[in-house]
């Protein structure tokens, strides 16, 4: 099930983040930045909290989904891919018409419906992270972009 995150879930969300972030493939967070953002975070849970993804707001119009992580034991079974989902729905109730990941899993995000685009064409303020990333400013993250359909009535437009 996937759920708003909440203080209780600040732990395993600080600890799937640094499972991936060992590996390069996510940026390290401590506990701090977690609980700071805890309100961006949503989890999926069975009967302990086995994955997390974060959607992050920079304009009125676009948002970033981030910190995609889920238990390596689990990965494969849908787990990331509803979650992604989950930040896409939420991002459609906030009235966002596009989302956007800085990920080398192109694979899985072109699955999502995610397109690339040049990270150029991304607000300036989406680098205020990369400043303080090890591999800056030699990014080896690739931006993607997805379309929001606005729905009325449970039918796209």
Same mark, same amino acid.
């Given at each position: 099930?996937?759920?708003?995150?909440?203080?209780?879930?600040?732990?395993?969300?600080?600890?799937?983040?640094?499972?991936?972030?060992?590996?390069?493939?996510?940026?390290?967070?401590?506990?701090?930045?977690?609980?700071?953002?805890?309100?961006?975070?949503?989890?999926? @849970?069975?009967?302990?909290?086995?994955?997390?993804?974060?959607?992050?707001?920079?304009?009125?119009?676009?948002?970033?989904?981030?910190?995609?992580?889920?238990?390596?034991?689990? #990965?494969?079974?849908?787990?990331?891919?509803?979650? &992604?989902?989950?930040?896409?729905?939420?991002? #459609?109730?906030?009235?966002?018409? *596009?989302?956007? &990941?800085?990920?080398?899993?192109? #694979?899985?995000?072109?699955?999502?419906?995610?397109?690339?685009?040049?990270?150029?064409?991304?607000?300036? *303020?989406?680098?205020?992270?990369?400043?303080?990333?090890?591999?800056?400013?030699?990014?080896?993250?690739?931006?993607?972009?997805?379309?929001?359909? @606005?729905?009325?009535?449970?039918?796209? #437009?």
């Amino acid at each position: 099930m996937v759920r708003k995150a909440t203080l209780r879930d600040v732990q395993a969300i600080y600890e799937l983040i640094s499972t991936y972030a060992r590996e390069g493939l996510l940026l390290p967070a401590n506990m701090g930045d977690v609980c700071e953002r805890i309100r961006e975070f949503s989890v999926y @849970e069975d009967g302990k909290v086995v994955g997390c993804a974060a959607l992050r707001i920079f304009t009125p119009e676009l948002a970033e989904i981030r910190s995609v992580a889920v238990e390596p034991t689990l #990965r494969g079974k849908g787990i990331g891919r509803r979650l &992604v989902e989950y930040c896409v729905e939420e991002a #459609r109730a906030l009235g966002l018409k *596009k989302v956007f &990941v800085l990920t080398k899993s192109t #694979r899985f995000f072109e699955k999502c419906g995610f397109s690339f685009v040049e990270k150029r064409s991304l607000p300036h *303020k989406v680098w205020r992270d990369c400043m303080g990333c090890p591999k800056f400013p030699e990014c080896d993250e690739v931006a993607m972009i997805r379309e929001i359909e @606005e729905v009325e009535d449970g039918l796209p #437009r």
